[in-house]
Structures are given as structure tokens and as C-alpha cells.
């Protein structure tokens, strides 16, 4: 984003731009731990300062996080990296976090089937996570009625199926 007044950028706006033109889901999914951390940490702020973005966008985003969880080893990493892409919703605004949540459980849910047995347990973790993180963050919007039904819904509609 340029500031007005000079042609400079923020460092985190250069960092998401480059990412995004270098391919950002191949970052994500990279088999260097390093450049998935500095992809996800780069993401993660990058999402904290939207408004707003159109759905197949978050779903774009999850769908290179779910790659990005399935490169990580060790269960410390984890479960570390489980909790970083589920707590970040308690910082984003309301309009960005609901569709980033109803993006992770959508992919998720959707490529269920596909995880083999070696990698079942630390996708056990992520969803125990989101969902941990899900109701902080209602508790955080004071249970507000709509928030709770969109929340409802959502969990109908993706892990349900109803």
C-alpha cells in the first residue's frame, strides 16, 4: 500500500504482495520450515489488517494452510502451527473472521477422506483448535444471537452435513 506523500511501502504489505505474485500457496506448502513459518506468519498479519475479501479468497488461503499443516512435522510443530492458524481469528475483525472459520472447516471437512492414517491425529489436533478457538471467539462477540447462528449453521452445513 503506498503512503501518501512518498512511494514507499510497509514491510508486511511488500512481504503479502510478493508472496502473493511468487505463488503464495507454493510458499505455504514449501518443505522448508522456515519459509512456511515466515509464509504463515506474513498471512496472518496480512489477514488481521482486512476488512473484508470475497469467500473463494479465504477458501484459496485454506486450501494452502491445509498444505502447509500437512508439510509440518513433529507433533510440537505441530500443534504449534494449529494453534497460530486458529487463534488468529481472535484478532481479525468480525467480517473477516467468520468466513476465514467457515473457509478452515470447509477444506477440512471437504478433504477428510483423502487424510491417511499417519496424518489423522495432528488434523484431530487442528479441528480440537478451530474449534477451541470458535468459542473464544463467540465468547469474545458476547454470544451475540447472530454471530451464534451464523456460527451454528455453519458447523451445520460443513462438519454435519445438514
Known amino acids: 500500500m503506498v503512503q501518501s506523500g512518498n512511494s514507499s511501502t510497509s514491510s508486511s504489505d511488500v512481504g503479502i504482495e510478493e508472496m502473493l505474485k511468487k ?3 507454493k510458499q505455504l506448502a514449501s518443505p522448508s520450515p ?3 513459518n515466515l509464509s504463515v506468519q506474513a498471512l496472518v498479519q496480512w489477514l488481521q489488517s482486512q476488512d473484508e475479501m470475497p469467500q473463494l479468497e479465504y477458501l484459496r488461503v485454506w486450501k494452502g494452510l491445509y ?3 500437512w508439510m509440518s512435522d513433529k507433533r510440537h510443530v505441530q500443534h ?3 494453534e497460530q492458524l486458529s487463534q488468529c481469528i481472535l484478532s481479525m475483525k468480525v467480517d473477516v473472521a467468520k468466513p476465514y472459520f467457515a473457509a478452515a472447516l470447509h477444506t477440512v471437512q471437504g478433504a477428510w477422506a483423502s487424510i491417511d492414517y499417519l496424518r489423522l491425529d495432528k488434523y484431530y489436533d487442528l479441528v480440537r483448535c478451530l474449534l477451541r478457538a470458535g468459542g473464544k471467539w463467540l465468547h469474545e462477540q458476547d ?3 447472530s454471530i451464534c447462528q451464523w456460527f451454528s449453521t455453519t458447523m451445520a452445513h460443513t ?3 445438514l
Do not use: S
Open 143 to 145: 454470544y451475540d444471537l
Open 80 to 82: 504449534d502451527l494449529a
Open 159 to 161: 462438519f454435519f452435513k
Open 34 to 36: 522456515k519459509v512456511r
Open 23 to 25: 505463488g503464495f500457496g
Open 67 to 69: 498444505f502447509c499443516f
